[in-house]
């Protein structure tokens, strides 16, 4: 509804009602008088000829909003109001800046991280999944530096992006890691001195999401399946939300590098993580109220 015909009817109405400057020169008082006079008239009237046409706007403006079909809600948003509150998954891209990663046949862990990053984020927005990257630069940061992005955040999951590198060059797969047990961060207090009381840390540790993730990149990509597992990373274990961190596949396997050079199958590796979050997320146990506060006497 911004085409001429509304733009036209609202300049008509800002018209001035009185003459213009060199008109009055060349009039008498008594005409003035008259201009003045018809000029007062003629302001009401185009106000009361000006709200029937506004009405019309107005009422064709609804009718279009009436009779214009809602596009057809998507798959995803669909799915996505199905899945109650979502958290925000941070992303990390392992590596960066001048700590490459893995490198071999031409290529280098941080850059594919970082790509595989991104095509993440993407699919996790059309979920309408909140989604922060620890980078989204070639830049390096510290391991407590991306497990703070996670640590400020209150409803988080944490999934670290890496690929692989063995000396047996056979070695081939997909596998993600979880943690053993959550170190709690200090709290952002601690520096006080008298204030030391940790951060509280989830319960769940991040088998689920591993879990969840490890099946659907299998699916997916028909990668040889290298299970989960738990160790002691940094990044899993500093997060006090569940995190996992994700081997995309081994660089220096001829067969490995050739698919993960290709950006159609990091598709497949986002959709599959994807897919496990969103999966996580439909099992997940609704979250415990805390308990009401008694009044004390
Ligand atoms: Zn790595």
Request: glycine share 6%; hydrophobic share 40%; proline share 8%.
């Amino acid at each position: 509804m911004d085409g001429p015909e509304q733009l036209d009817l609202f300049t008509r109405s800002a018209e001035p009602a009185t003459p213009s400057a060199p008109e009055m020169k060349n009039h008498s008082t008594a005409k003035l008088r008259r201009h003045r006079f018809l000029g007062k008239l003629a302001r009401p009237w185009r106000v009361q000829n000006a709200l029937p046409c506004v009405g019309l706007v107005v009422l064709a403006g609804c009718l279009t909003f009436i009779v214009a079909p809602d596009d057809e809600p998507s798959a995803e948003s669909r799915l996505a109001s199905t899945l109650g509150s979502l958290p925000t998954v941070v992303i990390d891209p392992g590596h960066g800046g001048n700590d490459d990663g893995a490198r071999s046949h031409g290529l280098r862990e941080k850059d594919l991280s970082l790509d595989l990053a991104l095509r993440v984020e993407k699919l996790l927005r059309s979920y309408s999944f909140p989604a922060v990257l620890t980078r989204r630069e070639d830049t390096f940061m510290t391991l407590p530096e991306r497990t703070a992005v996670a640590n400020r955040i209150e409803n988080a999951i944490f999934v670290s992006l890496h690929f692989n590198h063995s000396r047996d060059s056979s070695a081939t797969g997909v596998e993600t890691f979880y943690a053993t047990e959550k170190v709690p961060p200090e709290s952002s207090w601690a520096w006080v001195g008298f204030v030391s009381k940790p951060e509280p840390v989830s319960t769940d540790i991040g088998a689920d999401l591993a879990g969840y993730i490890q099946t659907a990149l299998v699916t997916r990509t028909n990668a040889a399946n290298r299970g989960i597992k738990q160790r002691e990373l940094y990044v899993v274990r500093h997060t006090r939300c569940p995190a996992v961190l994700v081997e995309g596949g081994f660089l220096n396997n001829v067969l490995d590098a050739r698919l993960i050079a290709n950006g159609e199958y990091l598709d497949r590796l986002a959709q599959a993580i994807v897919e496990g979050v969103i999966t996580y997320q439909k099992n997940r146990p609704p979250p415990v109220a805390p308990p009401p506060k008694i009044a004390a006497h």
